[in-house]
């Protein structure tokens, strides 16, 4: 028997060895012999043997039969995944019924409708002809808005009496132009604009649908409009630069982005000098306590800067387990977990818990973070008036039927105006009409309660009845980053599948190490939170007797002083400023034009002095006039 070579063997068998990169082995067909002869050994010369076997070579990777493909493998398109993110989408239609007129122009078919769902027919106006483009304009306010059509009137206002904000006001106009190609004006931000207006705006832009068959029409001249082509020719950045303009024309110092040498508690150091700072989230001075300090430089002596991957994969450390364990104990929950960022926390969590056919109901002052988790999760949103018990109870008893979850979304304590959320009201609204809750406490955690628990140690109510408790690691546990705590079950199940953990690297040892530090020592000197209510309240006190309007907020560290004007407050700021005082200004757009403020973080570091000090030269200031 012919005996072959190892190579001649490969060969037999349909294999060729490496290969280039992108090359793939094609083999014999079943029953077709070879047709590449194999040199048997010692039959030639050592030259000869040689020359055959590089014929040999060149015959296995050129001939039929076991031959290499020389084009590029393309890429296997896996099927997608289940974390996969979802899009904006516009209210589900079965969410609002589907016996009604077919609309002009309509949008792109809905999903099938949900079990359950309820018909309603379209509005008198629209039936009675008050408008062609009155179908399509009540339809997205009822979008939007989350009303039946029923309930909507031509004669209201979206403002007013819809409780339409600047964000959902955008989403309207950019729904109706999808609609009605071209509609678009700056009426739509109008205090006083109403459905009626709105529906003789939009009738101009009503046109008939596209003959089948003929070319759509092309707009005439460029292709595209060149300020879209670059992000610095952007409308909004030169708007952004006219209000930026506003801000350094005004005569006082710009307030922001201010460099800071060194840690912030109750005083800090800028080009030398030293201020009196109520600008910082340091609520119990961890932030630079010599324990934390000692904790991050362990962290990073032994496990480094980075995790420097997902903790799903090999980005998971003993020091981060703990840490969760111990905000579980501090929570009063059965688990938590540690994400790397408090703004993407919300976004994440919210855009995974609900979505198409879903609601959130959320407080009109709920932080951005909230609004970008509703944007990316495709639910419908409705914001109800701040702290309005009464409002959020008719939003539930109106919608809660019409959607598939609805999750309501409070913060336990709201860093514009220093108050506290009702919480044991919302926690009965919920279980009244079978609502999910989630609660923020970036603010609260670590600062409210009689040892730092929050507004469930506030409330004494039954942490079980929040479905979720989110929080931040930047300001009382002195670190960066998030949580999100609750039951076990929960928080498995988001462990293994909410996007913005499972796709993200890890909590750095440093920022664990830091928080897990804090922790401790809010349980070891339980002092700092009652030396932190007592300058709170010190400061309101001494800010009510001079006059100053501090609002309605109390049980929180933070102390608004609001002046109305925004020149006003961004003078007073800057005189404080010169007096040695840092406090925040805020101002439009960030709240409403005439509810411009100063906003005072209180520490548990700041001396009895130093709180008299600040009040006394804010008194003066306002009296002053901030010029």
């Known amino acids: 028997m012919t005996r072959l070579t190892a190579a001649a063997e490969a060969v037999a068998a349909g294999r060729t060895g490496g290969l280039g990169p992108g090359q793939a082995v094609g083999t014999v067909p079943p029953g077709e012999p070879h047709e590449v002869a194999v040199p048997v050994p010692g039959a030639l010369s050592a030259e000869a043997r040689g020359a055959a076997l590089r014929r040999l070579a060149e015959r296995v990777v050129t001939e039929p039969g076991v031959r290499p493909v020389m084009e590029r493998t393309p ?153 879209t082509a670059c992000v610095d020719d952007f409308p909004e950045v030169r708007r952004f630069e006219d209000h930026l303009g506003t801000i350094v024309g005004s005569g006082a110092d710009f307030p922001y982005f ?199 140690e506030f409330f004494g109510v039954d942490r079980s009845d929040v479905d979720v408790w989110m929080g931040t690691l930047s300001k009382a546990f002195a670190g960066c980053g998030g949580y999100l705590g609750g039951s076990a079950r929960m928080v498995r199940w988001l462990r293994h599948t909410l996007p913005g953990f499972v796709y993200s690297v890890g909590l750095t040892p440093a920022n664990a190490a830091a928080a897990l530090a804090a922790t401790e020592l809010i349980d070891a000197e339980p002092h700092r939170v009652r030396t932190l209510r007592r300058n709170a309240e010190l400061f309101r006190d001494l800010a009510a007797s001079a006059g100053l309007a501090t609002g309605a907020g109390a049980h929180t560290p933070i102390v608004p002083c609001l002046l109305g004007d925004s020149a006003r407050t961004l003078h007073v700021a800057d005189r404080l400023f010169d007096r040695g005082v840092i406090a925040d200004p805020i101002f439009h757009p960030a709240v409403e034009e005439g509810l411009a403020r100063l906003r005072f973080f209180v520490t548990s570091e700041h001396r009895e002095e130093d709180i008299r000090r600040a009040v006394s030269a804010l008194a003066e200031e306002v009296a002053a006039g901030g010029g």
Not at 90 to 110: H, K, Q
């Open 75 to 227: 890429p296997c398109t896996l099927p997608p995944s289940p974390l996969a993110p979802r899009h904006h989408w516009v209210v589900d239609e079965s969410a609002r019924g589907a016996d009604r007129p077919a609309p002009v122009n309509p949008p792109a078919p809905m999903p099938e409708p949900m079990p359950g769902a309820v018909s309603e027919p379209m509005p008198e106006a629209a039936r009675a002809g008050s408008g062609a483009a009155a179908p399509i304009v009540l339809e997205e306010v009822s979008r939007v808005g989350v009303f039946p059509l029923t309930d909507l009137d031509e004669r209201m206002e979206l403002v007013t009496d819809l409780g339409f904000d600047s964000l959902m006001l955008q989403e309207l106009e950019t729904n109706i132009a999808k609609r009605l190609p071209g509609f678009g004006t700056e009426e739509v931000f109008s205090p006083g604009l109403t459905v009626e207006r709105l529906i003789a705006l939009a009738g101009p832009h009503l046109t008939q649908p596209s003959v089948p068959g003929e070319p759509l029409p092309r707009r005439a001249g460029a292709e595209w409009d060149t300020q």
């Open 258 to 456: 201010r460099v800071h040498q060194g840690t912030i508690r109750d005083t800090t150091v800028i080009d030398g000098r030293t201020y009196l700072s109520f600008g910082s989230y340091n609520y119990l001075g961890l932030s630079g306590h010599p324990v934390v300090d000692e904790a991050v430089h362990r962290a990073v002596d032994r496990y480094g800067t980075s995790v420097s991957a997902s903790r799903v994969l090999s980005g998971e450390r003993e020091l981060t387990v703990r840490l969760e364990r111990a905000l579980a104990d501090f929570l009063g929950v059965e688990d938590c977990l540690a994400l790397v960022s408090g703004h993407a926390t919300n976004v994440t969590a919210i855009g995974h818990l609900v979505g198409e056919g879903d609601l959130v109901v959320h407080d009109a002052l709920a932080h951005d973070s909230i609004l970008q988790g509703c944007a990316l999760s495709g639910a419908a949103r409705r914001p109800f008036p701040h702290n309005d018990i009464g409002r959020l109870e008719h939003m539930l008893r109106l919608n809660r039927s019409r959607f598939r979850r609805v999750l309501i979304v409070v913060e336990g304590a709201y860093s514009m105006d220093g108050d506290l959320v009702d919480l044991p009201a919302v926690v009965e609204l919920k279980r009244r009409h079978g609502a999910l809750l989630m609660v923020d406490e970036a603010h609260s955690i670590g600062t409210v309660g009689d040892r730092g628990r929050g507004v469930g």
